[in-house]
T-cell receptor, first 115, second 112 residues
Framework: ETGVTQTPRHLVMGMTNKKSLKCEQHLGHNAMYWYKQSAKKPLELMFVYSLEERVENNSVPSRFSPECPNSSHLFLHLHTLQPEDSALYLC??????????????FGPGTRLTVL | GDSVTQMEGPVTLSEEAFLTINCTYTATGYPSLFWYVQYPGEGLQLLLKATKADDKGSNKGFEATYRKETTSFHLEKGSVQVSDSAVYFCAHMNTGFQKLVFGTGTRLLVSP
């Protein structure tokens, strides 16, 4: 595997289910991100982890719970979601969280549908 | 607050036509500017970037120039191909903390 991978690619869940999204980066980076991409809205940054510590949480509802066990893996645990949470969830990684023009590398995303 | 404004899509062009996608931004300080591209079913890929005023980013025939005076970073390509059909996102990032602020994206459709 190369780059940033995400599993599953598609997920359909009911509002009472609990599921998790997984992201893995093979780039040796030390920062990882979760974004939400909804139709006709800008990408929304949800969480940022640097060296496995959360450094940003953009007022995301508690039904989304991130976990970063090491610098290569990032999870997003989901429970009691709402239909408006249906979106494409993108993971990204970078070398550091500060600096001029550091590139973020994105995974292909998980398409989540909440029924 | 910080924001990025892109032209509404879709932009529909014939192959070999000239492309311009407008992007303006609002930010404090001197942000780095980016264009990302998203092909169907894929994540975002960095297309080009510029880190200071008057810099020109270029890649795969696409160009954009960092215009501080007009706070703009318009994307251009002289001759588009069908394979350029995708969604293009303009974004900026302040130097102090790597938080990307994205526009809503512009879908480009190129027909043969």
């Amino acid at each position: 595997e190369t780059g940033v991978t995400q599993t599953p690619r598609h997920l359909v869940m009911g509002m009472t289910n609990k599921k998790s999204l997984k992201c893995e980066q093979h780039l040796g980076h030390n920062a990882m991100y979760w974004y939400k991409q909804s139709a006709k809205k800008p990408l929304e940054l949800m969480f940022v982890y640097s060296l496995e510590e959360r450094v940003e949480n953009n007022s995301v509802p508690s039904r989304f719970s991130p976990e970063c066990p090491n610098s290569s893996h990032l999870f997003l645990h989901l429970h009691t979601l709402q239909p408006e949470d249906s979106a494409l969830y993108l993971c990204a990684s970078s070398q550091g969280v500060a600096g001029v023009g550091n590139e973020q590398f994105f995974g292909p995303g998980t398409r989540l549908t909440v029924l | 607050g910080d924001s990025v404004t892109q032209m509404e899509g879709p932009v529909t062009l014939s192959e070999e036509a000239f492309l311009t996608i407008n992007c303006t931004y609002t930010a404090t300080g001197y942000p780095s500017l980016f264009w990302y591209v998203q092909y169907p079913g894929e994540g975002l890929q960095l297309l080009l970037k510029a880190t200071k005023a008057d810099d020109k980013g270029s890649n795969k025939g696409f160009e954009a120039t960092y215009r501080k005076e007009t706070t703009s970073f318009h994307l251009e390509k002289g001759s588009v191909q069908v394979s350029d059909s995708a969604v293009y996102f303009c974004a900026h990032m302040n130097t102090g903390f790597q938080k990307l602020v994205f526009g809503t994206g512009t879908r480009l459709l190129v027909s043969p």
